[in-house]
């Protein structure tokens, strides 16, 4: 088992006595359990795509495509509850995410979409896609995962920012010229959908890429059904109390010791405050921070300290372990943390069920 911030076990052993050929039965105390304990360690929780991911991308960041701005997510897209590798090769403009499946003891590429290195992922539809706007044009699409890959249904087009150069105005769907009305209507499904941009989470540091390869998605078998019951209770509580729009939440180590911290991001704009919830043994407590341009926070795998920059990039930093953040500057092993998950009562019972 896991023990987290203090050690609260008490075992008594059972005592046993003879005298004169005569024995005493044993009398057995009960055993008081922690609520920092553990199910099991999150290295011991074996998953099929672990060892295939791993290899991917290590040797992806042994290429000549790496480039230290090179990142990647590890992220279920298709809903099948086997997640995909996503690597994200640079934040260039015209950088796109190429995506991975776990496939026989290897990886089969099934989709390549994006524009800086993200694209927009929409889970109630399995769908992918991305939408950039130019000087004086927007140009995206839309895929829709279906027998095994991820088909494109919609491309478009469009040049109205050109408007004042006296220039036609032109709307494009998959290649063809159609009405405002029509483009529009082809395109709201997507536009009007919950979305998360997805692509850039983890650095390609060592430890980053250990703790996406064995922490990352072993968390529900790691907590406790008292864990999930009271995480779930105060994550319920901000969807109850709180008129939160583009609000994402997701579970992550921030102190490494093997019981998760839950974070919530409470909306997309940099003066949205990220909620963290942590446990302690009288139940589970909160602190409140900044956020980053991205709605969440960042965490430093290398010296255990989270951290939100503002536009304007000035960083503040947080420990949960009394670290010192007097001159921290980030290793090359972060993740982004707090927007994995959209923020609903649908996803709050699927990502803390009790497994029977």
């Known amino acids: 088992m896991i023990l987290k911030k203090s050690i609260s076990i008490i075992i008594l052993a059972a005592i046993c006595s003879s005298f004169a050929g005569c024995q005493k039965a044993k009398k057995t105390e009960p055993v008081e359990i922690s609520l920092l304990d553990t199910k099991i360690n999150p290295y011991d929780v074996k998953m099929d795509w672990q060892d295939a991911f791993e290899t991917k991308l290590k040797e992806f960041k042994s290429s000549e495509n790496f480039k230290d701005s090179s990142m990647f997510e590890i992220n279920d897209l298709t809903g099948d509850g086997i997640p995909e590798l996503i690597i994200s090769p640079s934040d260039d403009v015209s950088a796109q995410c190429e ?195 991205d709605g969440g926070i960042l965490l430093d795998f290398n010296s255990k300290i989270f951290y939100a920059a503002d536009y304007y990039g000035s960083i503040q930093c947080w420990s949960l372990i009394g670290a010192d953040i007097s001159s921290f500057k980030p290793s090359d092993s972060t993740m982004r943390c707090g927007r994995k998950y959209l923020l609903s009562e649908d996803n709050v019972n699927k990502v803390f069920a009790i497994e029977v």
């Open 99 to 293: 995506i991975y499946r776990l496939f026989n003891a290897g990886v089969d590429q099934i989709g390549i979409t994006g524009a800086y290195g993200t694209f927009e992922f929409i889970p109630s539809m399995n769908a992918i896609g991305y939408s950039y706007d130019g000087d004086d044009f927007t140009v995206g699409e839309y895929l829709e995962y279906e027998e095994g890959t991820f088909n494109p249904t919609v491309s478009f087009y469009n040049n109205a920012n050109s408007a004042s150069a006296g220039v036609t105005i032109r709307y494009e769907v998959n290649n063809e010229d159609v009405t405002l009305v029509k483009f529009e209507e082809m395109l709201h499904p997507y536009r009007d959908s919950d979305s998360l941009k997805v692509g850039r989470k983890y650095s390609f540091g060592d430890s980053s890429i250990d703790y996406a390869i064995h922490c990352s998605e072993s968390w529900n078998k790691v907590l406790t059904d008292e864990h999930k019951k009271l995480f779930k209770e105060r994550i319920d509580a901000v969807i109850e109390t709180n008129d939160l729009k583009e609000a994402a939440f997701e579970i992550v180590d921030l102190d490494l010791n093997g019981l998760p911290e839950v974070v919530v991001s409470t909306g997309l704009l940099n003066d949205s405050k990220t909620r963290i919830f942590y446990m302690d043994e009288e139940g589970v407590k909160e602190i409140e921070t900044g956020s980053d341009a």
